[in-house]
């Protein structure tokens, strides 16, 4: 079956540090992968996303690339911001599923 | 557009009470989800529609009931709500393109 899975959080950093949360997955066929932002009492909101291998998807200075041969899809920012603090889910869509798969998520905590 | 609108977005209730939470998606996609969300767990499916006139169960699906009321509306209904049933619900839709799932801002639930 389809599945994720994340580093466990919670990670902490200061302001303008590099961030990096892992990312892999098991799917049948080539699936999108996603992640998505939870921040504190809101819902998921899309972060970036990518379709098909090597493809990079960015948004808001966040990154992540679909590398097929070591099944990842890890999420990077340069320079975290205390705004930045909130829940990360990694997640795949495969085709031939109506479902969506997500990791168990990972916590981020920026101090000033 | 509203997106994915859930009601109500807090509710108490009673051991043995019931009630349903309401989900409505104005995207015009074709499939709906129900997720609830506790702490350490990640998301975890309850039911899902993967088109109008159709449910099906997820991963955890006992002690709840669902009904695709049309193509916008998908309601979870609690029967006799337990306090293993406290959690935070959310409601999500999506189709084909694009693939990614839209949220809606969830409803903490506490049973007592």
């Known amino acids: 079956g389809n599945s994720v899975t994340q580093m466990e959080g919670p990670v902490t950093l200061s302001e303008e540090a590099f961030l990096t949360i892992n990312c892999t997955y098991t799917?049948?066929?080539?699936?999108?992968l996603f992640w998505y932002v939870q921040y504190p009492g809101e819902g998921l909101q899309l972060l970036l996303k990518?379709?098909?291998?090597?493809d990079k998807g960015s948004n808001k200075g966040f990154e992540a690339t679909y590398r097929k041969e070591t099944t990842s899809f890890h999420l990077e920012k340069g320079s975290v911001q205390v705004s930045d603090s909130a829940v990360y889910f990694c997640?795949?869509?495969?085709?031939?599923?109506?479902?969506?798969?997500f990791g168990r998520g990972t916590s981020l905590i920026v101090h000033p | 557009n509203a997106g994915v609108t859930q009601t109500p977005k807090f509710q108490v209730l009673k051991t043995g009470q019931s009630m349903t939470l309401q989900c409505a998606q104005d995207?015009?996609?074709?499939?709906m989800y129900w997720y609830r969300q506790d702490p350490g767990m990640g998301l975890r499916l309850i039911y899902y529609?993967?088109?109008?006139?159709?449910?099906d169960k997820g991963e955890v699906p006992n002690g709840y009931n669902v009904s695709r009321l049309n193509k916008r509306e998908f309601s979870l209904r609690l029967e006799s709500a337990a306090p293993s049933q406290t959690s935070v619900y959310f409601c999500?839709?999506?189709?084909?393109?694009?693939?990614?799932?839209?949220f809606g801002q969830g409803t903490r639930l506490t049973v007592v």
């Open positions: 999500a839709s999506r189709d084909r393109t694009p693939t990614e799932a839209f």
């Open positions: 799917a049948t066929g080539y699936p999108s």
């Open positions: 990518a379709t098909k291998a090597d």
């Open positions: 997640a795949l869509k495969a085709g031939g599923s109506y479902i969506p798969t």
């Open positions: 995207m015009n996609h074709n499939s």
């Open positions: 529609s993967a088109s109008e006139g159709t449910t």
